[in-house]
């Protein structure tokens, strides 16, 4: 059974960057669109961003344009979400799952449990 592993989540204070990783394990990411989703206490889930199979696509919530980045490495079978300028209102659980890429991102068959990023002095 494919799923998902998240990584790289912690305390950071505003402003700051964290990078986030998601490996899969039994499934082979080249094959898949692959989006990061977001879970906040109290709020609705998010689609924070997403990157087509090739790379060459990508959707960005207008909350994270130009603060955050979505990139892949199919040889390590890896997408990354680097995340700059954080905010307090980014705190959330984000998870990764394979995802179809259009005017949004659409959360398919396999995903993890997520990583925490709390973003607070």
């Known amino acids: 059974q494919g799923k998902l592993v998240e990584s790289g989540g912690g305390l950071v204070q505003p402003g700051g960057s964290l990078r986030l990783s998601c490996v899969g394990s039994g499934i082979s990411l080249e094959n898949h669109g692959v989006g990061w989703f977001r879970q906040a206490p109290g709020k609705e889930g998010e689609a924070v961003t997403c990157?087509?199979?090739?790379?060459?696509?990508?959707y960005y919530a207008d909350s994270v344009k130009g603060r955050f980045t979505i990139s892949r490495d199919n040889a390590k079978n890896s997408v990354y979400l680097h995340m700059d300028r954080l905010k307090p209102e980014d705190t959330a659980v984000y998870f990764c799952a394979t995802a179809t890429v259009g005017f949004g991102c659409l959360r398919e068959d396999y995903w993890g449990q997520g990583t925490q990023v709390t973003v607070s002095s």
């Open positions: 990157i087509t199979a090739g790379g060459g696509s990508m």
